[in-house]
């Protein structure tokens, strides 16, 4: 075996590895839910549209596709959260400053745990500046 096949396959063979945490990690019951406004989730801003999102509660990521492009899906780094009694319905949590929405928290209906989403640098900036706050929750459909 070349050396180049040796490393090719060892990359393969990475690729895979890396591939199946994945893919167990994914709920069974990922959110659907059209979102109409643009947004940013995990440093990234990601266009208004109808996205699939599995929160993978303690995993330590929240995975989001989305439907018409699955080029803009991704993986974003979050915490647990807890409340006391289950959540009646699945919901995203978005921080609105001004114009601009982030991401917060991904809960899903019967649950008391759920997922809390890393602070971008953006959007510490906005709350370093005073900006005015305004939670809005999105219900999946």
């Known amino acids: 075996m070349t050396m180049n096949s040796a490393l090719s396959l060892a990359t393969i063979a990475f690729a895979a590895a890396l591939s ?6 994914q ?15 995990g440093g990234k801003m990601l266009p208004a549209g109808s996205y ?8 330590g990521f ?3 596709r989305n439907r018409e492009n699955p080029k803009l899906s991704m993986m974003v780094p979050a915490n647990t959260a ?6 009646e319905a699945s919901k995203l949590v978005f921080h609105r400053y001004n114009d ?8 899903t209906q019967g649950n008391e745990v759920g997922a809390q989403l890393l602070p971008s640098k953006a959007e510490k900036e906005f709350v370093a500046r005073n900006a005015k ?9």
């Open 20 to 25: 199946v945490p994945v893919v167990q990690a």
């Open 27 to 41: 709920s069974d019951n990922p959110i659907t839910i059209d979102i109409p406004f643009a947004y940013t989730a």
């Open 52 to 59: 699939s999102v599995d929160a993978n509660i303690g995993r």
């Open 62 to 64: 929240v995975t989001l």
């Open 82 to 87: 807890r409340v006391r009694d289950a959540q």
């Open 100 to 107: 601009t929405y982030f991401l917060s928290q991904v809960w």
């Open 133 to 141: 706050l305004i939670i809005l929750a999105s219900r999946n459909q």
